[in-house]
């Protein structure tokens, strides 16, 4: 029954602390950019993500890259948002995805596309991220389409995880909002990256208390930072962001290479805090566009070697 | 009500010129209300284009008239009592009834001098806001009366997405999250478990996805 | 050059507080026509705007300082109508500046001479060429 399963679903399954990273597609026709970020992540992580447009601006699609990834023998979790594609595209998508051997994937509602460069698009929006996931599961598990009799002989075999924001509001909603999406399917969680380890743990906290965190499997976001600026940036520019100032303190002092090393630390010292928090099965690693920093902070943080 | 806004000055000039006997029609309903092509603003751009062709060689002549509504055949007839073979007609109403008065006039040119934008309310003074898309299936009970279609910006169903902040939506321009309101409002209520129940893919085919629509009421016609 | 005309929108309170009435209506000064409103609260844009269509090349507004309305909010809204107004002008290529606001504290007007000459005060260094001079059409 093993060989069903992808090596995130039987690494977090076997309780091991998971390690993913992100890497973003280019915005081009480029397979080699691929190829190259996910042959420097390969030895370090469980999976790589691959972002859907990320920001509404146009990279190449996410199935694609993801499955450039799987030929080169990084296993990729592709994502897939709800802003560009109706019911009928996402569920052709994931028949797609699954022939071509991807397993993992993440359900998202998508950034609004007024951040992106095609502002003046359409939205879609047919479903959102929740009832993706339900679909993903009557999929997988039913052989069958949203409101459709017909049932597939091969259904698609999916692994299907959602995005959670602990530091959005409405604050005290969210763990009733992560709930809804267990319910929905969802077996993993990847959340929004922590800064703020105590609003995280407050949030693990009512986790805990719905008795979630025995029902999927949650693996904390973490960024490293490359300087104050970009911490500024992300708490004042970034929606559901959260930044606490000390955190900006600790960069100040810092400019262009100590400052990255002290963002590398930051990162390091919170997967050790993370790691030590019940309920918390790994790290989602989102280094924007800085992959190259992943495997001195996965070696360093001690999550050598994966499993 | 339907609202719209007037469009910028140079269009309206763009969208005129080259016509000599303009006529000028206003609404009195919905346009009127929000301040954009009742009989005031009718006066208001008829003066303007008069003041901007003043240092012209030709003058196009405009003539103004406001009925009750443009939406409606038995008001629009009444334009025809002072149609005397302009080159022109704008409207200031919504698409509605420019295309009515399009229909009633098949000879003549018909332009709109608005952007027809939501349907919506008036909040306080001077504010108007979107808050129906007309989906076709209201859900309104379900929500503590507040549309997750219009007034989220991603139409979700089941809950705020993670861009919510403050209860606003990340899309900014101090728009409020529906969903916070949302929250709000079933708490207030007590019946925020209604929110633990999964909303499933909404039917779309009575919206205008379905194509455009209509409304027969046989037991109202002779 | 023609002499400038000028076109000012008085309220009756402002004007009554100091004068006699009927005294407006037996005055004439070369180039300057007063319209009486009830209340500054009445001045819509298109008053204005007509003012202009009929050939004024200036339009002043005499509006009560809002501390001293006889109608109590009635000159509060004349700011903003002026303000729209001056837009509609600009964008009909005329010059907003054409358009001119004086507050008036009551009874300031305590003649015809002192209200003649605020209104010649408020449009002077306004461009002096009359939008009706034919001289100064594009040929």
């Given amino acids: 029954m093993n060989a069903n399963k992808s090596n995130l679903q039987r690494v977090l399954e076997a309780g091991a602390f998971a390690v993913t990273a992100e890497c973003g597609p280019p915005r081009s026709a480029d397979a080699d950019v691929v190829i190259r970020k996910g042959l420097l992540l390969k030895k370090f992580v469980d999976a790589v993500n691959v972002t859907d447009n990320q920001t509404a601006i146009v990279r190449m699609s996410s199935i694609a890259a993801a499955a450039i990834l799987k030929s080169v023998g990084v296993e990729p979790v592709f994502q897939m948002v709800c802003r560009d594609r109706n019911r009928i595209a996402l569920q052709s998508d994931l028949l797609g995805a699954a022939a071509l051997g991807l397993r993992n994937m993440l359900c998202l509602s998508g950034d609004h596309q007024k951040f992106g460069n095609q502002a003046q698009g359409k939205n879609v929006f047919d479903i959102d991220s929740m009832q993706l996931l339900r679909t993903v599961t009557d999929m997988t598990e039913k052989g069958r389409f949203i409101g459709d009799e017909f049932v597939m002989d091969v259904p698609p075999r999916i692994y299907p995880g959602a995005a959670e924001n602990p530091f959005a509001d409405p604050f005290e909603y969210r763990a009733a909002r992560l709930e809804k999406k267990v319910e929905s399917g969802a077996r993993f969680i990847q959340t929004q990256c922590v800064f703020n380890l105590e609003k995280f743990a407050t949030w693990m906290k009512e986790v805990r208390k719905r008795g979630l965190h025995k029902r999927v499997h949650i693996l904390a976001g973490v960024t490293p930072l490359k300087s104050a600026g970009m911490a500024r940036y992300m708490r004042d520019k970034v929606a559901g962001m959260d930044v606490p100032d000390a955190v900006i303190k600790r960069m100040e002092p810092f400019k262009g290479p100590e400052a990255r090393a002290e963002g590398i630390r930051i990162c390091i010292e919170t997967i050790q805090k993370l790691r030590k928090m019940e309920g918390v099965a790994g790290v989602h690693i989102m280094a924007i566009e800085w992959e190259e920093a992943v495997p001195e902070i996965v070696e360093k943080a001690g999550l050598l070697p994966r499993p | ?222 | 050059m023609c002499a400038m005309k000028i076109t000012a929108l008085c309220c009756h309170n402002a004007l009554y507080a100091g004068l006699e009435p009927g005294e407006i209506s037996r005055a004439y000064v070369e180039g300057v026509q007063i319209i009486e409103t009830p209340c500054s609260g009445k001045v819509d844009p298109i008053y204005l705007l007509k003012a202009f269509e009929k050939g004024a090349d200036c339009v002043v507004v005499l509006a009560c300082d809002q501390r001293l309305c006889a109608t109590i909010e009635g000159s509060k809204r004349i700011h903003k109508r002026i303000e729209r107004t001056k837009q509609l002008l600009a964008e009909a290529g005329l010059d907003p500046e054409r358009l001119v606001l004086r507050i008036v504290r009551r009874p300031a007007l305590t003649s015809l001479d002192v209200l003649f000459k605020g209104i010649k005060e408020a449009t002077k260094g306004i461009l002096d060429n009359s939008l009706n001079d034919t001289s100064s059409m594009p040929q």
């Avoid at chain 2, 509504?69 to 109403?93: L, N, P, T, W, Y």
């Fill in chain 2, 1 to 222: 009500m339907i609202v719209g806004e007037r469009k910028p000055f140079g269009e309206i000039q763009g969208l005129l010129g080259g016509y000599n006997n303009i006529l000028l029609v206003g609404c009195g309903t919905c346009v009127k209300v929000c301040f954009t092509g009742g009989d005031k603003e009718v006066a208001v751009l008829a003066s303007q284009l008069r003041l901007a062709g003043a240092k012209g060689k030709k003058k196009a002549a405009i003539d103004e008239m406001t009925v009750e509504r443009q939406c409606e055949i038995e008001f629009v007839d009444e334009v025809a009592k002072k149609f005397k073979g302009h080159d022109v007609i704008m409207s200031m109403a919504c698409g509605a009834g420019v295309q009515m008065l399009a229909e009633r006039f098949p000879d003549t040119p018909v332009v709109p001098a608005v952007n027809t934008t939501f349907l919506g309310l008036l909040q306080k003074q001077g504010h108007f806001v979107e808050n129906c898309q007309g989906c076709g299936t209201c859900v309104l009970g379900a929500f503590g009366g507040i549309c997750p279609v219009s007034r989220c910006a991603k139409s979700l169903f089941n809950g705020p997405c993670g861009g919510s902040q403050g209860g606003k939506c990340e899309i900014g321009g101090d728009t409020p999250c529906a969903w916070q309101q949302i929250i709000d409002r079933l708490t207030k209520l007590k019946q925020l478990d209604n929110l633990k129940a999964h909303v499933p893919p909404k039917n779309w085919s009575t919206a205008r996805h379905g194509g455009p629509r209509k409304l027969i009421r046989e037991d109202n016609i002779l």
